[in-house]
């Protein structure tokens, strides 16, 4: 059912709840009768406004209850005094669950939020459905390598000796660290872009930059430095995890961008192979950003997964 609310007019909404006595900001969108989606974003230093402001609403008219909530520390949920670690995140998004009086829930989780999503089904697999992997980071380090490697090769073949010069000082960094993290993303340049932008993906763009979530689009920087300074599961692998979860009756779909560059053909075998061929789709001219690049796709894709459940 479509909503009667003009669709502009949906970006404005905001809401602030309260979590574990700490302000955290979450939206809920759709009816709460339906089935819960809970979006997880990526980061450290990100939040919902993009995915709030083209895709929310249009996922609710599915027939789900969609939630966005921006981590303790990140985007709309400011806290000096957050910590950033994956138990801080599961305690809040525990709070989440109570404060919409969900038992049960389907993750969408998208980058980084994979990873956080991973961990809480592992430590609360009773409340999950189902995890959604959408352009989701699953083996850090791989990636890293990856992005070196592809990189190099680029800069080899055009002899850019003083970008080679710096992507050899990246490999002498230490891993376990947000200055390592950067600069392989700082070397990543483009990695994130759609190819070939399409009328749509161009228009939900521009609709989000004139909208008040734009206005609210809050990036703590400091976020990843405080990460790696307080989580010791900074650079990780969740593979094996996600396999566990599977036995436990958690659904594991996955949905990734063809031209994603963080990821490379290794990566997105394994985890078509974790998923399964049948949960398992990726999307051709498209990137990062699945949900803006190819918005019809990924939602015709997210309620096939559901109707597989």
């Known amino acids: 059912m479509k909503s009667t609310l003009p669709y502009l007019a949906l970006l404005t909404i905001l809401s602030i709840n309260s979590a574990k006595g700490q302000t955290i900001y979450s939206q809920s969108y759709g009816s709460s009768l339906s089935p819960a989606i809970i979006y997880v974003h990526g980061g450290p230093s990100s939040n919902t ?50 404060k919409y009086n969900i038992e049960q829930a389907n993750i969408l989780a998208h980058s980084f939020g994979g990873i956080v999503a991973t961990f809480f089904a592992e430590q609360h697999p009773e409340k999950v459905n189902s995890i959604i992997l959408a352009g989701a980071l699953f083996s850090q380090q791989e990636t890293y390598d990856h992005i070196l490697n592809t990189v190099e090769k680029i800069y080899r073949k055009n002899g850019n000796k003083q970008m080679l010069n710096k992507i050899e000082e990246t490999r002498q960094l230490p891993k376990n660290t947000a200055e390592y993290r950067a600069a392989c993303f700082d070397l990543a340049d483009g990695f994130f872009d759609m190819p070939k932008p399409t009328k749509e993906s161009m228009k939900l ?79 051709d001219n498209c990137s990062h950003f699945l949900y803006v690049d190819q918005q ?4 015709e894709t997210i309620s096939k997964y559901m109707k597989q459940k």
């Not at 599915?62 to 005094?81: H, K, N, W």
């Not at 994603?260 to 053909?265: A, E, Q, Y």
């Not at 019809?296 to 939602?299: A, C, Q």
């Open 49 to 98: 406004t993009l995915f709030e402001a083209t895709t929310a609403q249009r996922l609710a008219e599915l027939g789900f209850y969609v939630i966005a909530y921006d981590r303790r520390g990140e985007g709309r949920s400011t806290d000096p005094d957050a910590t950033f670690t994956f138990e801080e995140s599961s305690n809040d998004l525990v709070a989440i669950y109570e």
């Open 205 to 283: 763009r521009e609709e989000y930059q004139k909208s008040d979530f734009y206005k609210s689009n809050i990036r703590n920087r400091n976020a990843p430095a405080i990460f790696f300074q307080n989580e010791t599961l900074n650079n990780v692998d969740t593979k094996p995890i996600l396999e566990k979860l599977k036995t436990q009756n958690i659904h594991i779909f996955a949905i990734y961008g063809k031209q994603d560059r963080i990821f490379s053909k290794k990566q997105l075998e394994d985890m078509k192979a974790i998923a399964g061929k049948e949960n398992f789709t990726l999307i």
């Open 296 to 299: 019809e796709l990924f939602l």
